[in-house]
Nanobody
Framework: QVQLMESGGGLVQPGGSLRLSCAAS????????MDWYRQAPEKERDLVAT???????NYADSVKGRFTISRDNDKNTMYLQMNSLKPEDTAVYYC???????????????WGQGTQVTVSS
């Protein structure tokens, strides 16, 4: 089993910053990609950013230039630095990882519990 612990959400004014963290623990041989998704009320869950094990990153157009995703492979932890936050960034943010528990297993998908980010004055 793999556990994901998210932290860092909260209430921030427009233009402010927050840093989200997602730490993976448990039965982990390797982690391929790590992602952040978000879901606003009455909307679908959308991909925000992805970072591969090699450090390559991809971002949704709506957050490019404002958000930065990174990971610490030694700590199995992923971060999302969010700057210049806008009210439309308000959502529950979820971390997602693809984990290989052992060398001979398939990759399994795991989701964090979600952390609320609210951007409001």
């Amino acid at each position: 089993q793999v556990q994901l612990m998210e932290s860092g959400g909260g209430l921030v004014q427009p233009g402010g910053s927050l840093r989200l963290s997602c730490a993976a623990s448990g039965s982990i041989f390797s982690i391929k990609a790590m992602d952040w998704y978000r879901q606003a009320p009455e909307k679908e869950r959308d991909l925000v950013a992805t970072v591969t094990s090699g450090g390559s990153t991809n971002y949704a157009d709506s957050v490019k230039g404002r958000f930065t995703i990174s990971r610490d492979n030694d700590k199995n932890t992923m971060y999302l630095q969010m700057n210049s936050l806008k009210p439309e960034d308000t959502a529950v943010y979820y971390c997602h990882v693809k984990v290989r528990p052992n060398p001979w297993s398939l990759e399994l998908n795991y989701w964090g519990q979600g952390t609320q980010v609210t951007v409001s004055s």
